[in-house]
């Protein structure tokens, strides 16, 4: 068993905040695997409804665990799973538990009370350098086109039919299990669609015609994808200068192998790994900030930033992606400081093996690979 020894950090120093671990992540991205990797661990798995049962009476069944660490796998499985991870917060404080699930807590309607100031929340990426670094295998073409689900990032060959049966599973356990939508074939033409055009500027009227429903109902679609941690939406960052894009988000796939599935790629082109190396970017940033606070810049010229943070002075992180420093032209830099003279630009290369600086016109550039990053920003 691999020990994914970034993510057993961030547990740990979760457990030190609270006693109420929720582990969130699509389907398939390791949260059982990594809950057992987990030293002195006890495991139930709520699917199962012997374990259910055993949750009939959640004081009686705490009492076994005074001063231990417990995994609830599942828990949305359970009849009333809020009911059990409050009582165990305000009433057993030294049992450490891990919940995990599927969907975001909250998300459906079994959640109700989201156990606010109760619990830590860790949201479980799909796999990043560190994972990498951790599996053994570190060739980024290959995490691109497998993904960073570990089980399909292991095999030898494209995993083109377990990505069709995860959606299959994901409709079947997630979508109809925690939302109970109808229309099938609407929704997960719209959620193909997303992937092949992953990265791009979303406007709800352009799938109203494919998926066959109303711009409300596609509206409403995407909102279950964010839910579920399936999408990533990227909303522009602005101060509403007539200039500027204000409203028109740009929605991401959670894992890289399931653009290139359904964009028929195979093989990748130089071109193809700039955009995936964008979304790998994006993953490494969620992992490490545990945020969706990621926005992106676009003038009505058609100058685009990548992604803006905002750091603790409120001035804007610009991070421009781009897989070789060739591939690199300033305009969209200087064009963003033009309008926001104040902030930190930085381009995140995949052959930046030390960080260095760069003058362009009136701006410093910063080039520097993923570690470095994730340090800057943390």
Not at 1 to 6: K, S
Request: proline fraction near 4%.
């Amino acid at each position: 068993m691999v020990n994914r020894t970034f993510w057993l950090n961030k547990i740990d120093e979760s457990w030190q905040e609270k006693s109420i671990i929720w582990l969130s992540g699509v389907r398939r991205v390791g949260k059982t695997f990594l809950c057992r990797a987990l030293p002195d661990i006890e495991y139930f798995d709520c699917e199962l409804p012997r374990v259910r049962k055993l949750m009939d009476d959640p004081e009686s069944f705490l009492d076994n665990f005074h001063g231990k660490r417990i995994v609830l796998d599942e828990v949305h499985r359970l009849m009333n799973p809020s009911e059990i991870l409050k009582i165990a917060a305000d009433h057993y404080p030294d049992v450490k538990v891990i919940a995990t699930g599927s969907s975001m807590l909250g998300a459906s309607s079994k959640f109700r009370d989201t156990l606010t100031g109760r619990k830590a929340e860790l949201w479980l990426t799909p796999m990043g350098l560190q994972d990498l670094i951790d599996f053994g295998n570190v060739d980024l073409p290959h995490r691109f086109l497998h993904g960073g689900l570990p089980p399909y990032f292991l095999k030898k060959t494209i995993p083109e039919k377990d990505i069709q049966e995860w959606m299959d599973a994901y409709w079947a356990k997630d979508i109809q299990e925690l939302f109970r939508l109808e229309r099938r074939y609407s929704f997960m033409k719209f959620a193909e669609i997303l992937f092949a055009q992953s990265g791009s500027i979303f406007e709800a009227t352009r799938f109203t015609r494919p998926c066959e429903v109303s711009r409300t109902t596609i509206a409403n679609y995407l909102s279950v994808l964010e839910a579920t941690f399936v999408v990533h939406i990227i909303r522009p960052f602005s101060s509403h200068r007539p200039t500027e894009i204000v409203s028109a988000p740009k929605v991401y796939a959670f894992d890289t192998g399931f653009v290139c599935a359904h964009r028929g790629w195979t093989e990748l082109r130089q071109e193809d790994k700039g955009i995936l190396w964008e979304h790998f970017v994006l993953n490494e940033m969620q992992a490490h900030l545990q945020t969706r606070k990621v926005l992106y810049w676009r003038d009505k010229r058609g100058h685009e930033v990548d992604f803006v943070m905002l750091s603790q002075q409120k001035t804007p992180f610009a991070i421009e992606c781009k897989w070789s420093q060739s591939d690199f032209d300033a305009g969209n830099l200087i064009s963003f400081r033009k309008q926001y003279p104040e902030g930190e630009n930085l381009v995140v290369t995949s052959d930046s093996n030390r960080p260095f600086a760069r003058r362009y016109k009136d701006i410093t550039v910063q080039f520097v690979g993923l570690k470095e990053l994730s340090k800057i920003l943390t």
